[in-house]
C-alpha cells in the first residue's frame, strides 16, 4: 500500500494535534496530507523528487507529495560536493530539488528544476487539495543511498510496500500517549530519519525536528519540548553524555530512548545506563536495505543487565531478536545455516526487506537478503553483529572481527577511539593494524598498548601495526568509514 | 472479488474502509454489517449494519482470516462487522513491541 495511506489515516483519527514540527512552526495531519496533494500538484510529471537540507517541514512534505504524484523520494546528504550530487540526481531523469542551503542553491545555479522547501510548506497552508490515494504498493517508494562505509554509496530501492509492511507490521496505530513527543536528530537522508517520521506519524506522536544534531541543542530541546521518546546514533549518544555529566540536570521527561545505526561501545552504553536510570534503553539494527529496523534489544533486557543477570550483561552487547514479522539465518561461507553459537554472514527475510539496489535486486531464489553483516545467534535467538564481512580481517586463515578487538582497547583508559583493520601482508595474508584516538593529555605507546590487548587477546588478534591519529574518520551519522581507515594504515604502515 | 494488496474496500451501510494487506489467490467476498463491500467509493452509508454479526472495525487495526490468507487493514472506523465468505474477520492481535524510532 502506498506510504499516503498511513498520513491519510493518522489526519482521520487525530488530524488536528500537531504531528510535525521544527522551531515555531508546526503541521498537523491534516495540514501534512493537504500539503503533500498541494505539493503533488508542483511536481507532477517529474521522475523523482529529491531533498537536499537539513530537517525541518519541507521533508515529509517533500515525501508525501512524491508519494501522491507516484513518483520516487530522494533524500541525498546536503553536505556532499555539489558535483557528486549532481552526478546522483543526472540518472534519475528529470528530478526537481526540494530543498534549502548551499547545496540546494548550487544545485539551481546549474540548472537543476528546485523548489524551495519554505515555499512548498508555505504552499500547502490554506489549500484545499485533495486527492485519491494511489494505488500501486509494487512502486518504488524512496531511493535511499547507504552509507558506504565499505564500498562507493548505492541507491537502495524501497518500495511502499516494504516501507508499510514495516510500519503497519511494527507499530501500533495511534499507540502513542496525547502528551508523546520524539526529537528527531538524525538526518532526512538516513533510513532512521525515513523511519521515525513513517513510525511516529502512524503511533500519533508528535515529531520535533533538530536541523541538525548538536548535543547541547538535543538536550535543550529535550528539556524544553517535554520530548518523551528519542532515537539517536552512538557518536551522539557519547557526546549527550558528556552534556549531562556537565549539567547534572538529566533528562526529566525523556521515558524512552533509542540507539542504533552503528555499533554502540559498551562504555558509552554503560555511562547512559548511569546518567538516565529511568529511561527505557533500546538498541535497534538495520540496514538501509531492510527498511531500517529488524532486530531489538529491548527495555526488559537493559532492565534484566542493570539488575546484574549476567547473561543480560553480555546480550547488551548484541542487536536483540529479530522482528516477528522478520526471519534470519547465519550461514557459511558454503551457503549452509550454522549453529547457534557459530559465525557467520547474516541472511534475513521478510515484506520490509527490500534487497534491491538501483542496479538490480540481490535477493536468492527463496527470498533471503545477504546483508553483508557478519555476526552469530545465541541459543534463545539474541543477535550479535561482529562487523562487516567486508571488514573481517583474515588472517593466517583465521576470521577475525575487528569490534573484538577494539572492545578489547577501547578499555584501557587512555585510548578515546580506535579502529582495527586488516592490512595486506605476504606472510599471513593480513596484518591487523589499528588507529587510535587518545584521551586528552593520555600518552601511551604501541608496545604498552600491544601488550595490554595480548593480556585479554590470543597472540594472532594482538595489534601487529599501532598508529596514533588526531581523529578517525566518520560519516554523519556516526559509522566509521573503515575503508579510508585502511587505506591510511595501509600508507603510513 | 479478486482481491490485490493495496486494494481498498468500502462498507455501503456504514463509514468503514480497509486496505487489503495480504490478498488470498481465489475469489472471496468481503462483507462489512453483512454487505459486500465495494472498491468504488459509494459516496455514503445507505441501509443499516446488521448488528448480530458484532462490533465494527476500529482505525489501525488489523483484520485477518489466517486460512484464506487474508489480511485487510482499517483505514477507518465503521459500525458494520467484518466477514469474509459469511465467516468472521478475527482482530489480529500483536504483541507490542519496543518504540525503536
Known amino acids: 500500500m502506498n506510504l499516503l495511506l498511513l498520513l491519510d489515516m493518522a489526519a482521520a483519527d487525530r488530524g488536528e494535534a500537531p504531528a510535525v ?95 524551495a522547501a519554505d515555499e512548498l510548506v508555505a504552499s500547502g497552508r490554506g489549500s484545499e487539495a485533495s486527492g485519491e490515494v494511489p494505488f500501486d504498493a509494487d512502486a518504488p517508494a524512496v531511493l535511499l543511498y547507504t552509507s558506504g562505509t565499505t564500498s562507493a554509496p548505492k541507491a537502495a530501492v524501497l518500495r511502499h510496500r516494504n516501507l508499510a509492511a514495516y510500519v503497519i507490521g511494527t507499530v501500533e496505530f495511534g499507540g502513542a500517549g496525547p502528551d508523546d513527543a520524539v526529537l528527531v536528530s538524525v538526518p532526512p537522508y538516513h533510513v532512521a530519519g ?25 538536550v535543550d530541546a529535550v528539556r524544553r519540548e517535554g520530548v518523551t521518546n528519542a532515537m539517536v546514533v552512538p557518536t551522539m549518544l557519547a557526546r549527550i553524555a558528556d552534556v549531562l555529566e556537565a549539567d547534572g540536570q538529566g533528562l526529566p521527561s525523556l521515558r524512552n530512548l533509542s540507539y542504533g545505526g552503528a555499533r554502540t561501545p559498551g562504555t558509552v552504553l554503560q555511562r547512559v545506563m548511569e546518567l538516565l536510570p529511568d529511561v527505557d534503553l533500546t538498541n535497534a539494527y538495520g540496514l538501509t536495505e531492510t527498511s531500517s529496523t529488524i532486530a531489538v534489544l529491548g527495555p526488559d533486557d537493559h532492565r534484566a543487565a542493570r539488575g546484574g543477570d549476567p547473561a543480560a550483561v553480555s546480550r547488551l552487547s548484541s542487536a536483540g531478536q529479530v522482528l516477528p514479522t522478520v526471519e534470519v539465518e547465519v550461514r557459511d561461507e558454503l551457503g549452509q545455516p550454522v549453529r547457534a553459537g557459530e559465525p ?24 533471503w537478503f545477504p546483508t553483508r553483516d557478519r555476526g552469530w545467534l545465541d541459543e ?73 590487548a595480548r593480556r585479554s587477546l590470543r597472540s594472532s588478534k594482538t595489534p601487529d601495526v599501532v598508529s596514533f591519529v588526531d581523529a578517525l574518520p566518520y560519516t554523519e551519522t556516526g559509522k566509521l568509514l573503515r ?11 | ?52 454479526l458484532g462490533e465494527g472495525p476500529a482505525i489501525g487495526k488489523r483484520y485477518a482470516d489466517e486460512d484464506l490468507g487474508l489480511e485487510l487493514l482499517c483505514s477507518r472506523a465503521g459500525q458494520g462487522a467484518l466477514t469474509v465468505n459469511g465467516e468472521p474477520l478475527l482482530l489480529k492481535g500483536a504483541k507490542p513491541l519496543p518504540s525503536s524510532d
Open chain 1, 21 to 115: 514540527q521544527a522551531g515555531d512552526q508546526a503541521l498537523t495531519a491534516a495540514e501534512l496530507l493537504t500539503a503533500a496533494w498541494a505539493g503533488a500538484e508542483q511536481v507532477a510529471g517529474r521522475d523523482a523528487v529529491a531533498y537536499v537540507g537539513t530537517n525541518g517541514l519541507g521533508f515529509p512534505v517533500a515525501l508525501f507529495a512524491a508519494a501522491a504524484a507516484g513518483i520516487p523520494f530522494v533524500p541525498l546528504n546536503y553536505r556532499l560536493a555539489v558535483d557528486q550530487l549532481d552526478s546522483m540526481l543526472r540518472p534519475l531523469g528529470d528530478v526537481v530539488v526540494v530543498g534549502e542551503g548551499s547545496a540546494y542553491e548550487a544545485l539551481a545555479e546549474r540548472g537543476h528544476p528546485v523548489l
Open chain 1, 194 to 218: 525515513l523511519a521515525n517520521l513513517l513510525s511516529n506519524l502512524y503511533a500519533g506522536r508528535r515529531i520535533v525536528y533538530l536541523p541538525q544534531f548538536d548535543a547541547q541543542a538535543w
Open chain 1, 344 to 367: 557467520g554472514e547474516i541472511f534475513v527475510r521478510g515484506e520490509q526487506v527490500s534487497g534491491e539496489y538501483a542496479t538490480g535486486a540481490v535477493l536468492d531464489d527463496d527470498g
Open chain 1, 380 to 452: 534463545d535467538g539474541y543477535l550479535f553483529i561482529e562487523g562487516r564481512n567486508d571488514d573481517t580481517i583474515i588472517r593466517g586463515g583465521e576470521n577475525i572481527a575487528p569490534a573484538e578487538i577494539e572492545e578489547v582497547l577501547l578499555q584501557h583508559p587512555a585510548v578515546a577511539e580506535c579502529a582495527v583493520v586488516g592490512i595486506p601482508d605476504d606472510e599471513w595474508g593480513q596484518r591487523i593494524a589499528v588507529a587510535v584516538v587518545l584521551r586528552e593529555g593520555a600518552e601511551l605507546d604501541a608496545d604498552a598498548l600491544r601488550e595490554f
Open chain 1, 483 to 493: 575503508r579510508v581507515v585502511q587505506t591510511d594504515l595501509e600508507k603510513s604502515a
Open chain 2, 1 to 52: 472479488m479478486q482481491l490485490r494488496p493495496g486494494t481498498k474496500l468500502f462498507s455501503t451501510v456504514c463509514d468503514a474502509q480497509v486496505v487489503v494487506v495480504k490478498a488470498p489467490s481465489e475469489d472471496v467476498e468481503v462483507s462489512c454489517g453483512g454487505a459486500p463491500m465495494v472498491a468504488d467509493d459509494p459516496g455514503g452509508a445507505s441501509g443499516t449494519p446488521d448488528a448480530s
